[in-house]
DNA sequence: TAGATATGCAACCATAGGGTTGCATATCTC
DNA sequence: GAGATATGCAACCCTATGGTTGCATATCTA
């Protein structure tokens, strides 16, 4: 069961989050096509796959000789729910308290 | 401007995210108040702190000797929408259609 | 002003991690 | 079976970065 912070970590890295940009574009693509264009090499791809796999954000599926990959929304859905979530409802009176609080020391 | 990878990588530490939480729990507290029961230097969490400031995800208002750091909710609502929201919208169609694809391959 | 308190800055250390090269393995096709 | 294709594995390199220590600076208070 990957933690919040195998999915944060892999979330971290831009190269990870454009081959999650490219599943989003076309999903079930195999290593070779997510290779393309790419200015790294297979492994390199290989291992930012590894990674998304290990956090549960990609699911892969071996085909032959060929690995697909798919996007699995349910890890980023639940970050969002469990930590985004929790900083967007607006605690608004405790925080505008302080900061009441705070500019009223300032400006006196 | 902070940009998405400024945002990802100051996430993705997971002292930084218990410092969001701190500051969520309660909000403008100082770097003293801060540091207190972690297991980490004074120096260590000043830099955490600078790290979520440059992601624009933490606000720092000095006040005398002290200096209160805020939440800052826009980086994270944005990114959610940006960036999670994307994953979230059930494209199944193209998603089950390639499955269905593959599986067919499969079971053939 | 002197000392205490709160933070800033800089150099340094050690590890993690992104990337590479080289080779092994498995699968398809002829 | 032989060669081509697709991926896996392992060692290695280099930089980013989390963390430390040591000292400087600024502010408050007696």
């Known amino acids: 069961?990957?933690?919040?912070?195998?999915?944060?970590?892999a979330l971290a890295d831009p190269?990870?989050?454009r081959l999650l940009?490219?599943?989003?574009?076309?999903?079930?693509q195999s290593l070779g096509d997510l290779c393309a264009g790419l200015?790294?090499?297979?492994?390199?791809v290989a291992k930012h796959l590894a990674t998304l796999e290990a956090a549960n954000l990609v699911?892969?599926?071996?085909?032959?000789?060929?690995?697909?990959?798919?996007?699995?929304?349910?890890?980023?859905?639940?970050?969002?729910e469990r930590w985004i979530g929790k900083f967007d409802q607006p605690r608004l009176s405790a925080l505008s308290a302080l900061k009441r609080n705070l500019e009223g020391e300032e400006n006196d």
Request: avoid cysteine.
């Open 15 to 17: 190269s990870r989050r």
């Open 1 to 9: 069961m990957p933690t919040d912070d195998d999915i944060f970590r």
């Open 21 to 28: 940009d490219r599943l989003h574009l076309a999903d079930g």
């Open 39 to 44: 200015a790294m090499t297979r492994q390199a």
């Open 59 to 80: 699911v892969a599926v071996r085909q032959g000789r060929e690995k697909h990959h798919f996007i699995n929304r349910v890890p980023i859905n639940e970050i969002a």
